[in-house]
T-cell receptor, first 114, second 111 residues
Framework: SAVISQKPSRDICQRGTSLTIQCQVDSQVTMMFWYRQQPGQSLTLIATANQGSEATYESGFVIDKFPISRPNLTFSTLTVSNMSPEDSSIYLC???????????FGPGTRLTVL | DAKTTQPNSMESNEEEPVHLPCNHSTISGTDYIHWYRQLPSQGPEYVIHGLTSNVNNRMASLAIAEDRKSSTLILHRATLRDAAVYYCIQRKGQAGTALIFGKGTTLSVSS
């Protein structure tokens, strides 16, 4: 199994500012995934982050708005840039299990933008 | 990943079995059926997955129809802690690809 921690657990931010969310895994993983969960909604995949290469973004998400870093095999950051109230969501990171068949999820970062 | 269809919500009583249905009529031969659940204020957690045969683990059972176009997650004795959103996900067999979530079924459990 993998233990995933995220920082911060929650934050309240002003519109126009940026927030960087950290994701730490207790084991080395090649792939990390970032999801967004808007209020009352399901999870939407933002991007896949592989160590040593540029993140791959899903349709509707762009690097300028959600830059991702992946400096090593246990850590990643997601920045939510130039925030607006519509960015208020829970942001979760996730990693595949060793065999890749299933995924573990972090506890999420609850972001509120005023 | 192709789309699955689940009821928006279901209700159950504590200690009764729960059958959560899922339709995946576009499933192909290499697609697996995965179930995850999300407890309140937590990230999703893995429940069970299967390809063709019925599967059992300590959390639940997964019954897959013979034509594979539908499946049922079975919680044998619901507890209050089982109240969650249950997601049925049809996923191609490649290891490491990200899960794509649908809307899921919100399960309520009453004492």
């Amino acid at each position: 199994s993998a233990v995933i921690s995220q920082k911060p657990s929650r934050d309240i931010c002003q519109r126009g500012t940026s927030l960087t969310i950290q994701c730490q895994v207790d084991s080395q993983v090649t792939m990390m995934f970032w999801y967004r969960q808007q209020p009352g909604q399901s999870l939407t995949l933002i991007a896949t982050a592989n160590q040593g290469s540029e993140a791959t973004y899903e349709s509707g998400f762009v690097i300028d708005k959600f830059p991702i870093s992946r400096p090593n095999l246990t850590f990643s950051t997601l920045t939510v840039s130039n925030m607006s109230p519509e960015d208020s969501s829970i942001y979760l990171c996730s990693v595949p299990t060793g065999g890749g068949d299933t995924q573990y999820f972090g506890p999420g970062t609850r972001l509120t933008v005023l | 990943d192709a789309k699955t269809t689940q009821p928006n919500s279901m209700e159950s009583n504590e200690e009764e079995p729960v059958h959560l249905p899922c339709n995946h009529s576009t499933i192909s031969g290499t697609d697996y059926i995965h179930w995850y659940r999300q407890l309140p204020s937590q990230g999703p957690e893995y429940v069970i997955h299967g390809l063709t045969s019925n599967v059992n683990n300590r959390m639940a059972s997964l019954a897959i129809a013979e034509d594979r176009k539908s499946s049922t997650l079975i919680l044998h004795r619901a507890t209050l802690r089982d109240a969650a959103v249950y997601y049925c996900i049809q996923r191609k067999g490649q290891a490491g690809t990200a899960l794509i979530f649908g809307k899921g079924t919100t399960l309520s459990v009453s004492s």
